[in-house]
């Protein structure tokens, strides 16, 4: 069982930057895939980025493409997602995910997720 913990998360203005951090507890997260996904009220979570598990392929929602960055570090079981020129639209509760790719229903853990919220 892989727990999750996201952090990072923040109020900021548009243009802003973040860095959101999500923190593995087992070794084994080497061996997975991680997904970054968020949740807008009143919406369905949607697919933001991925990265595969030695870090060399990296895939992102049009949306955020050229202004996020998703990243890991496996030394310290850990994935980031660089977030810059952020906009209102933006604002979201942001999970990380273990063990799928492009599809929510694929990965098999998940953090609890952290607030995002960009005024305008």
């Known amino acids: 069982q892989v727990q999750l913990v996201e952090s990072g998360g923040g109020l900021v203005q548009a243009g802003d930057s973040l860095r959101l951090s999500c923190a593995a507890s087992?070794?084994?997260?080497?061996?997975?895939?991680m997904g970054w996904f968020r949740q807008a009220p009143g919406k369905e979570r949607e697919f933001v980025a991925a990265?595969?598990?030695?870090?060399?392929?990296?895939t992102y929602a049009d949306s955020v493409k050229d202004r996020f960055t998703i990243s890991r570090d496996n030394a310290e079981n850990t994935v980031y997602l660089q977030m810059n020129s952020l906009k209102p639209v933006d604002t979201a509760v942001y999970y990380c995910?273990?063990?799928?790719?492009?599809?929510?229903?694929?990965?098999?853990?998940w953090g609890r997720g952290t607030q995002v919220t960009v005024s305008s």
């Open positions: 087992e070794r084994t997260f080497i061996n997975y895939n």
């Open positions: 990265i595969n598990w030695r870090g060399a392929t990296t």
């Open positions: 995910a273990a063990g799928g790719w492009l599809s929510a229903d694929e990965y098999h853990y």
